[in-house]
């Protein structure tokens, strides 16, 4: 991982995260204390969405890597970053000075709203308005029904989203369960 990180190989990083499971995902996260996040601080002079994408995948998979300190120079990945020879881009410095514990706090999606450039904002925003509908609307049994979404200011995609979601459940009784396909045809894909 570090040799890709060092080449630039992000999408075969990515490609390893997607093929492996968390578990083993984690260890190799957490190897020589969180090694791997401080080589993306190292490598990220120039901005590259695919690598904001696997800097944030990296800690919320092991939101303590943040605040792991190199064994033999004690310091972080976000002093690295700030280090002059290495000088990384803001956005990673942003990523890398987010607190682990809003991390752990935080789900995914929405950790990516807040943390990618303006133009990815419609998409997960899109996203996580439909997951909050369905957190509010759905109840855990089977025989939950979606209610109507009262709100008219929504954007015309999430809109849209949201009245597909109720037409299914309620004019073809499909059911809630059919919420988690329609979201898997919402959520972008982060590589």
Not at 6 to 35: G, P
Not at 73 to 97: K, N, R
């Amino acid at each position: 991982m570090a040799l890709r990180i060092q080449s630039r190989s992000y999408a075969d990083c990515h490609k390893f995260i997607n093929e492996h499971n968390d578990e083993l995902v984690r260890e190799v996260l957490k190897y020589n204390n969180s090694t791997l996040l401080r080589e993306v601080a190292t490598e990220s002079q120039v901005y590259s969405d695919s690598l904001v994408f696997l800097a944030l995948r990296t800690i919320h998979r092991h939101p303590l890597s943040l605040s792991a300190e190199d064994p033999e120079h004690s310091e972080t990945a976000l002093q690295w970053a700030q280090d002059p020879q290495f000088d990384s881009c803001q956005e990673i410095q942003q990523i890398l000075s987010l607190d682990p514990t809003h991390i752990t706090s935080t789900p995914f999606p929405t950790l990516l709203l807040h943390s990618l450039p303006v133009k990815y904002h419609e998409i997960y925003g899109t996203y996580n308005t439909v997951c909050q509908f369905l957190r509010l609307t759905v109840s855990p049994h089977d025989n939950a029904e979606l209610g109507e979404q009262s709100k008219v200011d929504l954007p015309v995609g999430e809109h849209l989203a949201i009245r597909i979601l109720y037409d299914l459940n309620h004019n073809m009784s499909l059911g809630y369960a059919i919420g988690g396909q329609v979201l898997s045809f919402l959520k972008p894909d982060p590589s």
